[in-house]
């Protein structure tokens, strides 16, 4: 069984710039959520996404989007960055109707 | 007031200690609640849940809930250093998700 991948692992941007993670799910779970965790906080739910449509938002800004693809995949796009946005953000992957959620190892952004 | 609330530590205990481990909440109306551990660089993972109905013990782990005073609890028996790493506890956020609600989460480290 494979477990949730991110990538890429770390990213630097500069302020104004525009970023897409990258997510594969857990093989057989069909909803994946994205957080973003800034140092010394707990992760801060921003969406989740079943059967590629949005299923539930956090309090996160428009410029925060996201994708879901037929292979349950996922996408994180936030433009216009901000000094705010560096954070590590995480993916978790599970079955729709099932507690619990499977995270992957983070993608760590730097925005400078 | 925040939903959940945890003393971000660190917790610095020997080999063998008992460790406790406590966050706050704010709503009455929860009725589960998880713990999650997260390792230096890496995602978290889910440790443990409960319904808000007496203790639930799973190995050296016990969680613990006292809904009168709105109080969740973390028991770690014989610690060891393999366990240092941060504690994350979560609420879901309602409306029938389970998506986690985090507190901030307390760093744990036990030397040998």
């Known amino acids: 069984e494979t477990g949730v991948t991110q990538s890429p692992t770390h990213l630097i941007k500069t302020r104004g710039q525009q970023v897409t993670l990258r997510c594969s799910s857990q093989?057989?779970?069909?909803?994946v959520s994205w957080y973003q965790q800034a140092l010394g906080q707990g992760p801060q739910f921003i969406f989740q996404y079943y059967r590629e449509e949005e299923n539930g938002r956090g309090n996160f800004p428009p410029r925060f989007s996201g994708l879901q693809f037929p292979n349950y995949s996922s996408e994180l796009n936030v433009n216009a960055l901000e000094l705010d946005d560096s954070a590590l953000y995480l993916c978790?992957?599970?079955?729709?109707?099932?507690?619990?959620?499977?995270f992957g190892p983070g993608t760590r952004l730097l925005v400078l | 007031q925040k939903e959940v609330e945890q003393d971000p530590g660190p917790l610095s205990v020997p080999e063998g200690a008992i460790v406790s481990l406590n966050c706050t909440y704010s709503n009455s109306a929860f009725q589960y609640f998880m713990w999650y551990r997260q390792y230096s660089r890496k995602g978290p993972e889910l440790l443990m849940y409960t319904y808000s109905s007496g203790n639930k013990e799973d190995g050296r782990f016990t969680a613990q809930v006292d809904k009168s005073s709105k109080y969740i609890s973390l028991f770690i028996r014989d610690s060891q250093p393999s366990d240092s790493a941060t504690y994350l506890c979560?609420?879901?956020?309602?409306?029938?998700?389970?998506?986690?609600?985090f507190g901030r989460g307390t760093s744990l480290i036990v030397h040998p």
């Open positions: 978790a992957s599970s079955t729709r109707g099932r507690e619990t959620q499977y």
């Open positions: 093989s057989g779970h069909n909803t």
């Open positions: 979560a609420i879901p956020r309602g409306g029938g998700s389970y998506i986690p609600t």
